[in-house]
């Protein structure tokens, strides 16, 4: 089973690749028994959303993680990728603004990539 760590790792090498924009991990362990670690990122279109998502699930696919949940579609601007320990969060660049998760979650650990 892969650590949180790992996950965010391999999360992240991939959202780099599909050259996301503005990625960064929000250590939320501590405040919420929801996950260990919040991973957001945004895309600069619908099409970069897609791109995203197909990227993140593919990468963590074959590392052996397993996709729990996931909510929203790429038309809202927003998907949620629930793998238990992590939380990956795909926005749009609106919708990111819209929901502030960072400011709502700003006593959170922040690791900007």
Same mark, same amino acid.
């Given at each position: 089973?892969? @650590?949180?760590?790992?996950?965010?790792?391999?999360?992240?090498?991939?959202?780099?690749?599909?050259?996301?924009?503005?990625?960064?991990?929000?250590?939320?362990?501590?405040?919420?028994?929801?996950?260990?670690?919040?991973?957001?990122?945004?895309?600069?279109?619908?099409?970069?959303?897609?791109?995203?998502?197909?990227g993140? @699930?593919?990468?963590?696919?074959?590392?052996?993680?397993?996709?729990?949940?996931?909510?929203?579609?790429?038309?809202?601007?927003?998907?949620?990728?629930?793998?238990?320990?992590?939380?990956?969060?795909?926005?749009?660049?609106?919708?990111?603004?819209?929901?502030?998760?960072?400011?709502?979650?700003r006593?959170? @650990?922040?690791?900007?990539?």
């Amino acid at each position: 089973m892969l @650590e949180s760590k790992e996950m965010i790792d391999i999360a992240v090498a991939a959202m780099q690749d599909k050259k996301g924009m503005d990625i960064l991990s929000l250590h939320i362990g501590p405040l919420s028994p929801i996950c260990d670690d919040f991973l957001i990122v945004s895309g600069g279109s619908r099409s970069q959303v897609d791109a995203l998502i197909d990227g993140v @699930e593919e990468a963590l696919g074959r590392a052996g993680a397993e996709l729990k949940a996931r909510e929203g579609t790429p038309e809202s601007g927003w998907i949620l990728l629930d793998y238990s320990d992590i939380v990956i969060h795909i926005f749009t660049v609106e919708m990111r603004e819209f929901y502030g998760l960072e400011h709502t979650w700003r006593d959170a @650990e922040c690791v900007r990539y």
